[in-house]
């Protein structure tokens, strides 16, 4: 299996109720659901306030790396990514476990 974990830092004035947010949460949401690969998926807002902390994260797994690939390159992940690449940055850790 391979954990697939990503972490979200809004940009500078970005914020949680902003209307591109919201459609790019929901469009995450929805991926659990949407994509066969996925073995496990959850999503959420970060409840810390400490500053080196990220504001939204992923934690997903998927069985291998082709696995991992067709994720990736399915058209409603590809969808949710262009909208968070309005208002984001983010990190990723692929590991095996």
């Known amino acids: 299996m391979i ?17 591109r947010v919201v459609e790019g ?6 991926l659990g659901e949407q994509i066969e690969d996925l073995r496990f998926w959850e ?8 500053p080196i902390a990220h504001d939204f994260a992923i934690n997903s797994a998927v069985e291998d790396p082709d696995a991992l690939k067709r994720y990736l ?14 208002f ?3 990190v990723i ?3 095996e476990f």
């Open 3 to 19: 954990r697939h974990l990503v972490l979200f830092k809004l940009n500078e004035g970005v914020r949680r109720d902003d209307p």
């Open 25 to 30: 949460v929901a469009a995450f949401r929805a």
């Open 43 to 50: 999503c959420g807002w970060n409840i810390s306030d400490r």
């Open 73 to 86: 390159e399915h058209p409603a992940h590809q969808a949710g990514v262009a909208l968070w690449r309005e």
């Open 88 to 90: 984001a940055t983010w």
């Open 93 to 95: 850790a692929d590991y």
